[in-house]
């Protein structure tokens, strides 16, 4: 019996929250339960009660706003303990059409993939000015450059994850989930894949994006952090790398004034080169130091993966257990 639940993040999401559960399914080919996740994520209108009035099978509420990336983890979370087989996340503003939810779990009920990631039409959407379509088109190549996956639309928050993949997700960034978990199942292995995707017009402006310049910086300071955090050694060795290049040929500089009889007056160039190399040769320590802590993050993650597999196989022995005969004295 293959169980979907659909989550929706929502932050003072009252009056559009009604406009995407009207659209959502509740009966899909393939799937045998549909249940409906809202996760209230510290709203300050009547996000909560519309969602209960509306039908939604579970309700979460943060006790205080969290950001879009806390709230889809306690969403992931909520949805593990309801016994999803497959996770659909959407947005609460209707962006995405509720229609393609069939193609987008499609590769996880055929077992191609782990992770499918809805492609939206960026060249055909009409509130995206050219700006952002560039942007969003360099931050999707550069997503997949980091990540070693062709995840097209790296952006986007219409997403279906396998039940494995959901507990092997962590997402450290408190702005947004959407690039941190494509790198991270890129460097974990999972199989992810794209499908195109439509989208409804647009019903409120972006609360993620209220300015493309601060977005950008955010975004790129994400990509660094989280290519700090899965491949730390390759990061700090880089940067070492280039800051010693650049002290080893400042030191031949000096030599070769030195060998050309000028070299006391060049002195202060040997004393940058001796800090360069060894600022160098300090961050190629502190890569293979940060590298050996990521190995161990990686096998808390594994250990905790493995964890929750036998805890839910235990519940489903005990549960399909036949129940002891009482005794009577």
């Not at 219409?158 to 978990?181: C, G, P, Q, W």
């Not at 991270?184 to 999972?190: I, T």
């Not at 310049?213 to 491949?231: A, C, E, N, S």
């Amino acid at each position: 019996m293959t169980k979907l639940i659909i989550q929706i993040p929502c932050y003072n999401e009252g009056t559009t929250l009604p406009v995407t559960l009207s659209a959502l399914p509740r009966k899909l080919a393939g799937v045998d339960i549909i249940e409906w996740l809202v996760i209230d994520d510290g709203s300050e209108d009547d996000t909560q009660e519309v969602a209960r009035k509306a039908g939604v099978d579970h309700v979460v509420r943060l006790p205080r706003h969290q950001g879009l990336a806390r709230a889809f983890l306690a969403g992931l979370d909520t949805s593990l303990q309801a016994g999803a087989d497959v996770i659909v996340n959407t947005d609460a503003d209707n962006q995405y059409c509720a229609d393609d939810i069939p193609k987008l779990i499609e590769p996880i009920l055929c077992g191609e993939a782990e992770i499918v990631v809805g492609t939206r039409p960026i060249n055909h959407i009409r509130h995206f000015s050219p700006l952002k379509r560039l942007l969003q088109r360099v931050g999707s190549r550069a997503t997949r450059a980091i990540s070693q996956t062709d995840v097209e639309d790296a952006p986007s928050g219409f997403r279906a994850f396998s039940r494995d993949a959901a507990m092997k997700l962590h997402v450290f960034n408190e702005y947004t989930y959407t690039i941190e978990t494509i790198i991270q199942a890129g460097q974990k292995g999972m199989a992810i894949t794209s499908v195109p995707v439509r989208t409804n017009e647009d019903l409120r402006p972006s609360r993620l994006v209220k300015n493309l310049p601060g977005y950008l910086q955010r975004q790129l300071l994400t990509m660094v952090r989280i290519f700090m955090t899965y491949k730390p050694f390759r990061f700090f060795a880089t940067a070492g790398l280039i800051v010693f290049t650049a002290g080893f040929l400042i030191s031949v500089r000096f030599l070769y004034f030195y060998i050309a009889g000028n070299g006391a007056g060049h002195i202060q160039s040997l004393i940058l080169s001796a800090l360069l190399m060894g600022t160098g040769f300090f961050l190629a320590i502190v890569g293979l130091i940060a590298d050996l802590i990521s190995v161990n993050r990686q096998l808390l993650e594994i250990l905790d993966w493995r964890t929750q597999k036998i805890e839910e196989s235990l519940s489903r022995k005990k549960a399909s257990a036949p129940a002891e005969p009482s005794e009577h004295g």
